[in-house]
Structure formats: C-alpha cells, structure tokens
C-alpha cells in the first residue's frame, strides 16, 4: 500500500464508544404475521429482555417524576400533602406517556428498549412508530403491568406469542442484530 492510498471503512462508526449502528431485520410482507415474521430471519423478544426495557423505562420516568417532586417541594418549602397525591400520579403517567411514546416515534425503541438490544420491528417506511401506534403500545405495556403482568404469562412459553402491547400496536418487538 502506497503513502497515497487510504483503507476503506467499511463502518465509520465502529470505533465510536457505542459502537456502529445495528443492522435491523428485514421488512416482512404484508401478509406476514408477528410470528410468521419472527420465524423467517427476526428474533422474537423474549420476556427477559422485555423486563429489562420495562424496568429501566419506569426508573427513568420514576426518576424523573420524583425529581420533579422534590423540587418543587424544595421551591416551596413544604413537602407534598397527601391530598396532592391524586396529581402526582396523574403528573407520573401522563409523563411515563411522553417518555415512551416519544422515543418510539422519534427512534423506534425507548431507552430500555435500546439499553435491551430490542427495537419495534419495522413497518412501512421505516422502523418508527406512528402516534397511535405508540400510544397503543404504551397502553397495552400500562395495563399489563397494572395486572401484575398476568397477560405477559400466555406469551411465556412461545416468544413469537405477541404480547398486547404487540398486538394492539401491530409492531412486536425484535431483538436487534449487530453487523
């Protein structure tokens, strides 16, 4: 190799810290199912990674409502009462809503979801979640966690087995795959 020739990177990004960028699965047919798509070449996510992304999503709402909280009691400088309770947890899951379904529709995945290596498995133009595609999945994650996540148990022994959080926003989540 002369002084003049220069290698070819084949990823520019692969000695940043977070590494390059995954390569995500291919778009299924519009006939495909979750399952019948999981099958021919995405990894289905399975429950574990699934708790990953739930835990860390709610610790960053959590945090950032407590946070909230605080300050506004160290402003004051008086602590919460108890009849402001009702507030701070409608405060909580009205910002636990921008917190997911913004990611979603900006990323395709929350920052649980890309702390767990998962991602919405793509659709349409691209990997990126409509309005109400996010919405539908924040609300199915919502209410099996408000059931103790009771509907995440029919999905337990077949990861194909689309959750609610899938099945009402058509988007199950996929495991990425690096280059």
Do not use: C, N, Q, Y
């Amino acid at each position: 190799m002369s002084a003049g020739d220069s290698p070819e990177i084949a990823d520019p990004l692969a000695d940043a810290p977070l590494g390059g960028f995954p390569v995500l699965p291919e778009i299924p047919s519009h006939g495909e199912t979750a399952a019948s798509g999981a099958a021919g070449g995405e990894a289905a996510a399975g429950l574990g990674p699934r708790a990953v992304a739930f835990a860390a999503d709610l610790a960053g709402a959590s945090l950032a409502v407590t946070l909230t909280l605080v300050a506004a009691a160290a402003a004051t400088g008086r602590g919460p009462r108890l009849r402001g309770l009702p507030w701070a947890a409608a405060f909580g899951v009205g910002f636990s809503f921008f917190f997911v379904a913004l990611p979603l529709m900006l990323f395709g995945r929350t920052v649980g979801m890309s702390l767990a290596g998962l991602s919405a498995r793509p659709g349409g133009p691209g990997r990126r979640l409509t309005v109400g595609e996010a919405g539908r999945r924040w609300l199915g994650t919502a209410l099996a966690a408000v059931a103790a996540g009771i509907p995440l148990l029919f999905t337990r022994r077949d990861p194909a087995r689309p959750t609610p959080a899938d099945r009402w926003s058509g988007r199950p989540l996929v495991k990425e795959t690096e280059a």
